[in-house]
């Protein structure tokens, strides 16, 4: 597998993710409070969120071993940045995930649906995180250069800055 950019390759999956899971959680809630669906059909949203969540974690991990040699171009305060909001993201959505398989597995009908509807709310808090890590990640990329540590470019704006932190940056 090419290693240079799996990174950037696997980190689209949480992100889209991000934005599906609460259409769906959405409509599975409905269809089930409804009854025009069994309960059982949440596990979909289930599933989905574990792929998020594991997805997430590999991709954290796949940045872990980026950042050392983006480091070279980019201000570690940038990539701890994006790190930091990244981490948020896919730990709020294991916690989203716990809420889930309660949801799904409580028996009570009032409590599981109460509980799903609280997950539902979880991914659309979600959704701002993903936005916020994503934002940093493309900070890094688009703003920052990070990509220039692999293609040994480097511009005029990173030469005078270098990686010490002199960049720009508004949130």
Same mark, same amino acid.
């Given at each position: 597998m090419n290693q240079l950019f799996f990174h950037p390759k696997l980190v689209h999956l949480p992100v889209a993710l991000g934005l599906i899971i609460p259409l769906v959680a959405t409509g599975l809630l409905i269809c089930w409070w409804r009854d025009w669906l069994p309960k059982r059909t949440w596990i979909v949203a289930i599933a989905l969120q574990a792929l998020l969540v594991g997805a997430g974690f590999v991709t954290i991990d796949s940045g872990e071993d980026q950042a050392q040699r983006v480091a070279h171009v980019v201000a570690k305060q940038h990539i701890h940045e994006h790190a930091e909001r990244a981490e948020t993201y896919v730990w709020f959505g294991v916690g989203v995930l716990a809420v889930m398989l309660l949801a799904g597995i409580v028996r009570h009908r009032r409590s599981s649906l109460a509980l799903a509807t609280i997950a539902t709310l979880g991914t659309?808090? /979600?959704? =701002?995180?993903?936005? !916020? &890590?994503? +934002? $940093? %990640?493309?900070?890094?990329?688009? !703003?920052? %250069? =990070? $990509?220039? &540590?692999? @293609?040994?470019?480097? *511009? *005029?704006?990173? #030469? $005078?800055? /270098? &990686? @010490? /932190?002199? #960049? +720009? #940056?508004?949130?």
């Open positions: 659309l808090v /979600g959704v =701002a995180l993903d936005y !916020r &890590a994503g +934002e $940093a %990640g493309g900070d890094l990329v688009y !703003r920052y %250069g =990070a $990509a220039q &540590a692999y @293609t040994g470019v480097i *511009s *005029s704006q990173q #030469h $005078a800055g /270098g &990686a @010490t /932190g002199d #960049h +720009e #940056h508004h949130d």
